[in-house]
Each structure stands twice: as structure tokens, then as C-alpha cells.
């Protein structure tokens, strides 16, 4: 069963809604407004209409998205970078919004996952310790030689 195909004034209230709740990539709206069955030049219509009315800011989507996963759920910027890419938004938006994480918080976390992770494989071999550590910060996303000289300032305190 297909959906019924809404009018371009019903797409665009339920994209305003869409993009109140929570901040949008371009991308994401996109691909909501084919959903409900519209044609390419009915989205890009309503999609310039979303930014006029500024309910659609790539800019803005971006800082929250990144500032979001660094700070609730700790990702590095390689991580952030490979999602944002994925959502389609302008390399110079990742570029811009990675440059605005404060460095000395950034590398204060890493410390402090480094020193979790660390610390929960104290049964582990030495060797086992290292490269587990480095796969799991490599996995939340942060540069394997900012990792490496995490894992040597807690071998040598």
C-alpha cells in the first residue's frame, strides 16, 4: 500500500514541525520531503522556503550536531567528521565547527577515556592493555597520535 501523496502546503507544515523539534541537516529534510511523495522541484522549493524562514541553517545544524556528540557522547573529531560527511553537510561547515572544540578540552576527555579504559583492563597483559585502549579511542573517533601520547603520559605518571 502506497502513502497518499501530500500537498506541497502539508509537506511544508510537517517540515516546519520536523525541523522545530530538532535541528536538521539539509540532507535529512531532503530525503523527509521525497518521503511524502513529492517532486524534486516541489522539495527544492520548499527546501529554500525552510531556509528562508530559517528553520534550516547548515551552520547551525552543524555546531549542535557536533558540539552534541562531543560533549554527550564523547566522540572524537574523526568520528564527527565521518557522521556529518554522511549527512551530506559542506566540508567547509565540518571544517569550521571541528576548529571551534577547544582543544584543551578535547585532549581533557581523551585523557580521561584513556584513564577509564585504562584502568578497566588492569587483568590484562601490557600489551593487551595498549591495543585495546588505542581500538577503543580509535573507535570513538580521535587521531591515533594524540591516543598514542595519552596512553605514554599515563605509563609514565
Known sequence: MQKQKLTAEQALQKARHYCAYQERSHFEVKEKLYSFGLFKTEVEQLLSNLIEEDYLNEERFTKQFASGKFRLK???????EHELKQKKVSSYNIKKTLKEIDEDEYLKVLQN????KWSSLKAEQYL????????YLLQK???????????KQLRNK
Open 74 to 80: 564523547q566522540w572524537g573529531k574523526i568520528k564527527i
Open 141 to 151: 573517533g580521535y587521531e591515533y597520535a594524540l591516543i598514542n601520547n595519552a596512553i
Open 113 to 116: 577515556l584513556t584513564q577509564k
Open 128 to 135: 593487551n592493555r595498549i591495543t585495546k585502549t588505542t581500538n
